[in-house]
């Protein structure tokens, strides 16, 4: 059982370790807790389930503190099977780490570190929850508005941002943000973020997700919890391994040795969502006529090996939206509108110099051990491919209300910073591109696809860049491998400094 165990954390925590550069994470003890009040929500249940579930992916050690409340019918898309909420996240750590220590109940001890949900928070620890399409922390928790409705994609982003709290704290850090407010609907922060509508039951239509590891099956993992709709053809020829369970918060331990694109297939239709997995490499499903034979209503990009981006854009695509992780505690948001955005080629190019790295989504390359398999290995953090995940899926959601698109195509989130605000970009197509030659068959592909509106309206809904930049609020964000980068992979560092809205680093 020791060598078991042993054998299960060095494979696991290879990546967080590389990421965050020692391990000092592994030694921690966390509570994480609930106010009755917050308990009895959706909201509530989701960010302590979202948390539970993140923390188990790092931490060896988590008490769970909350009331004997039924699960909430939303929540449930969260802990299949389970009635109870202290039950849920116990179930939930444990299938995430089988060695683990995972407990209900007051601790007998004082814990190291505190998360608490609620706006009720006991001394010590630091408090998130989510309202509609905000996540709130510290300060800005303890005086939350009282919340209702269906959307309820905020409360993930409290549990990822408040995971990332602990995690800094378990690492040493001691200047972590006294507060934020960040919203989904808007992409910005503080006095700025701004709660949108009530949304549920969108229909995306026909969809390809291309990729279900960290991020895509982060993304398909809440797409229930959404409530979209649609028909999901699932694409990735990889198997989950114990490295894969330190940042997907879909895979367990029981899940290690098969199809990342069956199990990720099977919770979708588990949660009543029609869905196709093809246990291939997306060349080879284009090679076998499994995908674009028949023309999709939207693609999620989230894979990056074997040149699979620049495949795809070689379909002449329609919609695509998607996530991705950054070199240094950074979750990104994605999106292509054709014919009036950059695509993936624009935004992702070829290597232009031997030996440079294809730019890789949601990890980072690092050297593996002499003694290795040939097999490159990859850095990660646990929270980062779910908050990249719930941008995406934020959008999704977006896009069928009225006025979309209401933000930039580019959206970062940087953890390691004072979460006051996103940054963000409006990413504009290259002229030498191939997709100014794909603009001329676009539409006779396309045409046909169910936010195809957006591509063929006479002007671009982005032509003043101004809107999305005041001038008073511009900075230049360089890139993260100028900031001693370590982990993460959506290329930043090889792109040049761009500009956003007003931001602090850490």
């Not at 503190?65 to 202290?86: C, E, M």
């Not at 992409?187 to 701004?194: C, D, F, I, W, Y």
């Not at 993936?344 to 990890?363: D, H, Q, V, Y």
């Amino acid at each position: 059982m020791k060598a078991a165990r042993e054998s299960f954390y060095a494979a696991r925590d290879s990546r967080t370790t590389a990421c965050a550069g020692n391990t000092d994470y592994r030694r921690g003890r966390v509570v994480l807790s609930i106010d009755d009040a917050e308990a009895e929500t959706a909201c509530g249940q989701i960010a302590f389930l979202t948390a539970a579930n993140l923390l188990a992916r790092w931490c060896r050690d988590v008490r769970f503190v909350a009331p004997i409340v039924d699960l909430h019918p939303r929540a449930q898309t969260l802990a299949a099977g389970i009635s109870l909420l202290g039950e849920g996240a116990a179930s939930i750590a444990a299938a995430a780490d089988p060695f683990g220590h995972f407990n209900l109940g007051a601790p007998s001890r004082p814990a190291e570190h505190q998360l608490h949900v609620g706006a009720r928070c006991p001394a010590g620890a630091y408090p998130v929850l989510g309202r509609g399409w905000t996540a709130l922390g510290g300060g800005a928790a303890r005086c939350a508005p009282s919340q209702g409705g269906q959307t309820v994609l905020g409360a993930v982003l409290a549990g990822c941002a408040g995971t990332a709290q602990l995690f800094r704290a378990a690492q040493g850090q001691r200047c972590l943000p006294s507060d934020f407010r960040l919203s989904l609907w808007n992409l910005r922060g503080g006095t700025e973020a701004k709660d949108g509508p009530d949304v549920s039951g969108a229909d995306l239509g026909l969809v390809y997700l291309v990729g279900c590891g960290a991020v895509g099956s982060a993304i398909a993992y809440l797409l229930p919890l959404a409530q979209l709709l649609g028909t999901f053809v699932l694409v990735d020829r990889d198997t989950i391994d114990d490295s894969n369970l330190n940042r997907s918060p879909l895979f367990t331990s029981l899940d290690v040795g098969k199809s990342k694109a069956v199990v990720t297939a099977a919770h979708l239709l588990r949660n009543g969502l029609a869905a196709e997995p093809y246990v291939e490499w997306f060349d080879e499903a284009v090679r076998a006529g499994h995908v674009f034979l028949h023309r999709p209503d939207l693609v999620i990009p989230a894979a990056n090996d074997r040149n699979v981006r620049h495949c795809i854009q070689d379909q002449i695509p329609p919609l695509q939206i998607y996530g991705t992780t950054g070199r240094n505690w950074d979750a990104f948001l994605g999106r292509h509108i054709p014919l009036q955005e950059d695509c993936l080629a624009c935004r992702f190019p070829s290597p232009k110099t031997n030996g440079e790295p294809p730019l890789i989504c949601a990890t980072a390359a690092i050297p593996a051990p002499p003694q290795a398999e040939e097999r490159q290995m990859d850095a990660a953090l646990p929270f980062l491919s779910t908050a990249a995940g719930l941008l995406a899926v934020a959008e999704l959601l977006k896009v069928t209300t009225q006025g979309y698109p209401a933000s930039p195509n580019f959206a970062c989130l940087d953890f390691l910073g004072d979460l006051s605000d996103f940054v963000l970009d409006q990413r504009r197509p290259k002229g030498s591109c191939r997709c100014a030659l794909q603009s001329r068959i676009w539409a006779e592909l396309n045409g046909a696809s169910r936010f195809s509106s957006l591509s063929t309206a006479a002007e671009s809904p982005h032509d003043d860049r101004e809107s999305w930049n005041p001038p008073a609020a511009r900075h230049t964000f360089i890139g993260a491998a100028d900031r001693g980068a370590t982990c993460g992979g959506d290329g930043l560092s090889t792109r040049p400094a761009v500009t956003f809205s007003s931001r602090t680093s850490g």
